[in-house]
Nanobody, 124 residues
């Protein structure tokens, strides 16, 4: 099982940017797909972005398309989420997750390996 540790959360003003990182332990990082989900207070955890094992296939929630970018560096066992033009309603805990397979999935139930989360707060 790959262990995941997120970093890079923080406080930013509306319209600002944050970059999250998720470092994975283990030698099988290149064999897993990765995704980011977020959970706002009182809401369910929802899909933000996903990336295939190779990094060639990427997908986003409609609400973040054009503003967020997911990437991975298999040599560094790390996946990133660049978040631009942030909005106050995007204040949430952002979790990275992994699963074995070729392509990422958008359903939370498809994943069973999660990081502890990184708190992002966007002020108005």
């Amino acid at each position: 099982q790959v262990q995941l540790v997120e970093s890079g959360g923080g406080l930013v003003q509306a319209g600002g940017s944050l970059r999250l990182s998720c470092a994975a332990s283990g030698r099988t990082f290149s064999g897993v797909v990765m995704a980011w989900f977020r959970q706002a207070p009182g809401k369910e955890r929802g899909f933000v972005a996903g990336i295939s094992r190779s990094g060639l296939s990427r997908g986003y929630a409609d609400s973040v398309k054009g503003r967020f970018a997911i990437s991975r560096d298999n040599a560094k066992n790390t996946v990133y989420l660049q978040m631009n033009s942030l909005k106050p309603k995007e204040t949430a805990v952002y979790h990275c997750t992994s699963k074995y397979g070729m392509e990422y999935r958008r359903l939370r139930q498809e994943y069973n390996n999660w990081g502890q989360g990184a708190q992002d707060a966007v002020s108005s």
